[in-house]
C-alpha cells in the first residue's frame, strides 16, 4: 500500500491512539476517542458533547482574533484576559484619564465603552473536513501552481460560506497541507468594554513576573458583545442591544487542590511541533537569538521616541507590552529548547522514522519527498534577515503602515475579487477602515520615526545581495540620508490625519496609486519589493503544501505504530487540552506550590511600579476581608494557580473548566521553563498559569465593586457585597 492516503484514510489515521496524559491540542472531534483517557483524568462529562460545537460548553467559548474568551452570561458578557483587552483600554485612555491607571468599570450597561472598530468576537459553530475540494485542481501541479490552486479553492470555498451575512469563514490546514477544513464564525462586531481592574491588578508584576512562578497577577477584563436590534452582527450603534449567545460557562464556587481535573478549550496560535530537524536547529541557531535582540532595540527605539511625552507612552503602551512580551518569550524558548535539547531530539526521531519507512511500501518516494523539502527550507534561509526586517517596517509602524495597505488596497481592487490577495479582498476591507481609524490613537510622530532610523540602519549593514533596492531609494544609503528622507516624509505627510486616511480608502484606485503625498509615494515603491518578496514566497510555500504531507505521514505513521496520540500543531482553531492542577519541580531542590495567594502580593509590594499594589486591594487584604471566596484549605484568597494543561499563544484568555464544565479560571501565561513548548512539550516542566476565578469574584466583590456583574452571572453575594455599590475601578 502507498503512503499516500484518501480523505477518510486520512481522517483515520490522524485518530489518536492511545493519549499521552496532559500533552495535546486536541481538535473537539478527536475528543471522543479519547474518552478513557479524558475520564481516567478525572472528566465527568461526556466528551461526545464537546465535540458538538452548537453544545455547552464550547458553544461559550470565543475568539478574540489573537486571544480566546467566553460567554458568561445571557446577555453576550464575555470574560478574556486583562492582557488581551490592553488595546481597547488602551484606545479609550487619555493623559486626563488613563484608565490603563485608574481601571474601569461600567456602572450599566449604557456607560460601557467601545473596544474599537476593530474589536471582534468570532463564535465558531461549523468545522468540516473539505481536503478533497481544497486539493482537486492542485495535485498534478508544483510550486506556484500548487499554491495559486490551493489559494483559489479555498476563497471559493470561504466565498461559498460567506454567503450568508454575519459570518466570517477562514479554510485551516491540518498537518502542513495533509487536510484542510472549513472554519464558520459568527463575527459580532459590536464589542464594548465593561469592566477592566486597574494595570497594577491586572499585569501586577508586568515583565518581571511575565512567564514566572509563583505569579499574582489579576489578569482579567470583562468586554460585552452587542448586536443589531435585529439579532444580527452590526457595527457599533447606540441601538445596538446585548448579543444572546446559545450558550455560557457557569462560574464554579467550589474550592480548588492540587490534582484536581482540569480542562481547558481556546484558540492557540501557532505550534511547530511536526516541523523538521533543520527548522528546529534554525529556530535554536538564528530565528530566536535575532528576535531576542531586535525586540530589545525596538524597545530602546520606542523608548528614545518617547522619552518626556506622556500622551506618547500612552499611545505606544500596547505595542510596548507586546514587544516587551515577545521578548520574554523568545528568551525563554531559546532557554528550553537547549534545556531539552530539542534539536539532537528531533534528529533522532527523524532517524528512527527514516528506519521505520525503510520497511514501507513506497518508502523510496516518500523520502525523496521529504528530501526535496528540506531543499526548499533551506532556500528560504538565503534571505531571512532580509525577509524578517522588511516585514518590521510595516508591522511595527502605523502612517507607513497605513500607506502601505491603501497602496496595496489600490491595486487589489483592479481585480476581481476572487482573484485579489487574500486580505485585501471585499471581506476584508472593514478590517482594514479598522486599522486606519485605530493609528490615530497608536501614533506618535517621533516614535514611528525612531523604529524606523532603528530598522533602516540594520537594513544598511545587511550583506550587498539582500539589501532591497525600493528600501535605499525611498530613505538612502546611509544615515545622513535616512534622517533627511524620514524629516521629508513625516513632515510633509497628510496621512497623520484620519479623514485623509478613510478619504484615500474610499478613493478611487488610481487616485490613490498616483498620490503626491510622500509617504504614499514611499508605499508605492516599497509595494514593489513586497510583490516580488511574495512571489517568492508563494513558490516554496506552494512546494511544501505539496512535499511535506509526506514528511507527516512518516511522522504520525510511525508514531501510530508506537500507540502515541497524534494531534495537529496549533493553528488559530479551536482545541482542548485537559490535565490536573498540578505543583512544579523545576529544579534541583526547588519545588513549588500550585496555588499562591493574596499574602504574596503583599509579600512583594514595593510601592514602585511594577509591584505598586492598589490601596483599596492592600487594604482589604490587610481587613482579611474574603468573604465567600475563601480558599478553605489556606484561610485566605487565593490569586493564580498551575496546572499541566498544554498551551502556547493564542491560548490567553482561554477558560479553565472543572471536570464538570464550570469556569474555575481564566489561562494567562505559561511558566518560563515552559515556554518552548510551542515547539517541544515536556511534561517535566510544562505549566500554565491560570487567574482563579475566585480572585476575579472577590476583586469585583470587595476591591472594585462590580455587584451588577456578579448578579449576572448569577453568582451569590454574601451580605457585605450587598452592601457594595457599583463602583469605579481606581476611585
Not at 519 to 540: H, I, P, V, W
Amino acid at each position: 500500500m502507498r503512503l499516500c492516503f484518501t480523505t477518510a484514510a486520512i481522517a483515520a489515521l490522524l485518530l489518536p491512539a492511545a493519549a499521552l496524559a496532559d500533552e495535546g491540542m486536541w481538535l473537539p472531534s478527536q475528543l471522543p476517542e479519547i474518552e478513557t483517557a479524558m475520564r481516567g483524568a478525572g472528566f465527568q462529562g461526556d466528551p461526545a458533547n464537546l465535540s458538538d460545537l452548537s453544545r455547552p460548553p464550547m458553544s461559550a467559548v470565543v475568539s478574540l482574533g489573537g486571544c480566546t474568551a467566553s460567554f458568561v452570561s445571557p446577555q453576550g458578557l464575555v470574560v478574556t484576559n486583562h492582557h488581551c483587552a490592553h488595546g481597547a483600554i488602551q484606545l479609550n485612555s487619555t493623559p486626563e484619564n488613563n484608565l490603563i491607571v485608574n481601571g474601569f468599570n461600567a456602572a450599566t450597561m449604557a456607560d460601557e465603552v467601545s473596544a474599537g472598530p476593530g474589536a471582534r468576537v468570532l463564535v465558531t459553530d461549523r468545522f468540516e473536513r473539505i481536503t478533497d475540494r481544497i486539493l482537486a485542481d492542485a495535485r498534478g501541479k508544483t510550486g506556484r501552481a500548487y499554491h495559486d490552486a490551493v489559494e483559489a479553492a479555498s476563497k471559493a470555498a470561504v466565498a461559498e460560506c460567506e454567503a450568508e451575512p454575519g459570518y466570517r469563514c477562514s479554510v485551516a490546514d491540518m498537518y502542513y497541507g495533509t487536510d484542510f477544513h472549513l472554519v464558520r464564525q459568527l463575527e459580532l462586531k459590536d464589542i464594548r468594554l465593561a469592566y477592566a481592574p486597574p494595570d497594577a491588578i491586572g499585569s501586577y508584576g508586568d515583565e518581571i513576573d511575565n512567564f514566572m512562578w509563583p505569579r499574582h497577577s489579576g489578569d482579567f477584563t470583562f468586554y460585552r458583545a452587542y448586536v443589531g436590534p435585529d439579532g444580527l452582527p452590526a457595527a457599533y450603534s447606540p441601538d445596538n442591544v446585548p448579543y444572546r449567545p446559545a450558550a455560557w460557562l457557569e462560574v464554579s464556587t467550589d474550592p480548588l487542590a492540587e490534582g484536581d481535573f482540569a480542562m481547558l478549550a481556546g484558540y492557540p496560535g501557532r505550534t511547530f511541533r511536526h516541523r523538521t530537524a533543520a527548522e528546529f536547529a534554525d529556530q535554536v541557531e538564528w530565528q530566536l537569538p535575532s528576535r531576542v535582540e531586535l525586540m530589545d532595540a525596538l524597545l530602546a527605539a520606542v523608548e528614545r521616541g518617547s522619552a518626556g511625552d506622556a500622551d506618547a507612552e500612552v499611545r505606544y503602551a500596547a505595542q510596548v507590552a507586546g514587544l516587551k512580551n515577545t521578548l520574554k518569550r523568545a528568551q525563554g524558548e531559546l532557554d528550553g529548547l537547549r534545556r531539552s535539547d530539542a534539536v539532537a531530539g528531533r534528529r533522532h526521531e527523524e532517524a528512527v522514522m527514516s528506519e521505520w519507512l525503510a520497511g514501507q511500501p513506497d518508502a523510496a518516494a516518500t523520502r525523496a519527498d521529504i528530501a526535496a523539502a528540506q531543499e526548499v527550507i533551506a532556500e528560504a534561509r538565503a534571505t531571512r534577515e532580509r525577509d524578517q526586517l522588511f516585514a518590521m517596517l510595516g508591522g511595527r509602524t502605523q502612517l507607513l503602515r497605513g500607506a502601505m495597505q491603501l497602496q496595496r488596497l489600490a491595486l487589489e481592487r483592479g481585480k476581481p475579487d476572487a482573484g485579489r490577495e487574500p486580505g485585501y479582498q471585499l471581506r476584508d476591507e472593514a478590517r482594514i477602515e479598522a486599522a486606519l481609524k485605530q493609528a490615530q490613537r497608536r501614533y506618535a510622530p517621533a516614535v514611528e520615526r525612531a523604529i524606523l532610523t532603528e530598522l533602516l540602519a540594520r537594513h544598511r549593514a545587511l550583506p550587498a545581495a539582500q539589501r532591497v533596492p525600493e528600501v535605499e531609494a525611498v530613505f538612502g544609503t546611509d544615515a545622513a540620508a535616512t534622517e533627511a528622507a524620514l524629516v521629508a516624509l513625516y513632515s510633509d505627510t497628510a496621512l497623520a490625519a484620519e479623514e485623509e486616511r478613510l478619504r484615500l480608502l474610499a478613493a478611487d484606485p488610481a487616485e490613490v496609486q498616483a498620490s503626491a503625498d510622500p509617504l504614499m509615494g514611499a508605499a508605492a515603491t516599497l509595494l514593489q519589493a513586497e510583490l516580488r518578496f511574495e512571489d517568492e514566497d508563494k513558490a516554496r510555500a506552494g512546494e511544501l503544501l505539496r512535499l511535506r504531507p509526506a514528511y507527516m505521514r512518516g511522522m504520525i505513521g510511525h508514531a501510530r505504530s508506537q500507540g502515541r496520540a497524534v494531534y495537529p500543531d496549533a493553528n488559530s482553531t479551536l482545541r482542548v487540552s485537559y490535565g490536573r492542577i498540578s505543583s512544579l519541580q523545576p529544579r534541583d531542590a526547588v519545588s513549588w506550590s500550585p496555588l499562591t495567594t493574596v499574602e504574596g502580593i503583599v509579600e512583594k509590594h514595593t510601592g514602585v511600579d511594577p509591584f505598586d499594589a492598589p490601596a483599596p486591594l492592600l487594604a482589604a487584604i490587610a481587613r482579611r476581608d474574603f468573604g465567600a471566596t475563601v480558599d478553605p484549605g489556606l484561610g485566605t484568597q487565593t490569586v493564580n494557580f498551575l496546572t499541566n494543561l498544554d498551551t502556547t499563544g493564542g491560548n490567553s484568555g482561554s477558560p479553565v473548566m472543572d471536570a464538570r464544565g464550570r469556569l474555575v479560571g481564566l489561562n494567562f501565561d505559561s511558566n518560563w521553563e515552559a515556554v518552548s513548548a510551542s515547539w517541544k512539550f515536556d511534561p517535566r516542566y510544562k505549566r500554565a498559569i491560570h487567574v482563579d476565578a475566585r480572585y476575579m469574584r472577590w476583586i469585583m466583590a470587595r476591591v472594585y465593586p462590580a455587584p451588577q456583574l456578579l448578579r449576572e452571572m448569577g453568582l451569590p453575594l454574601d451580605q457585605a457585597d450587598r452592601q457594595r455599590p457599583a463602583a469605579a475601578a481606581g476611585r
